[in-house]
């Protein structure tokens, strides 16, 4: 079945930096688009970025020019580096597919962004 785990959150000071993984099984990896979602306490779970299959990005203006996120088809996995990390940031992050309309997520990793 699909499965979806993240890793690599943790507690950040300000201004520090963050690699978070996803690695998958289950689905035909490289065919699909990957999200990275987040959702701090008490606030909806919003999109941070998208990776599709030739590689074409988005991310959410909150994000842009601090995240980059990255695949490797051969190891099945979704990256999202995160730079100049801000209390704001500290959420849990959600790795995302789609497969036939049906939405999959990982478990999440906190990541906390404080002094």
């Known amino acids: 079945q699909v499965q979806l785990v993240e890793s690599g959150g943790g507690l950040v000071q300000p201004g520090g930096s963050l690699r978070l993984s996803c690695v998958t099984s289950?689905?035909?990896?490289?065919?699909?688009?990957m999200s990275w979602y987040r959702q701090a306490p008490g606030k909806e779970r919003d999109m941070v970025a998208l990776?599709?299959?030739?590689?074409?990005?988005y991310y959410a203006d909150s994000v842009k020019g601090r995240a980059t996120i990255s695949r490797d088809n051969a190891k099945n996995t979704v990256s999202l580096q995160m730079d100049s990390l801000k209390p704001e940031d500290t959420a849990v992050y959600y790795c995302?597919?789609?497969?036939?309309?049906?939405?999959?997520w990982g478990q999440g990793t906190q990541v906390t962004v404080s002094s």
């Open positions: 995302n597919t789609r497969i036939f309309g049906r939405s999959y």
């Open positions: 990776i599709n299959s030739p590689g074409g990005t």
């Open positions: 289950g689905f035909t990896f490289s065919n699909y688009t």
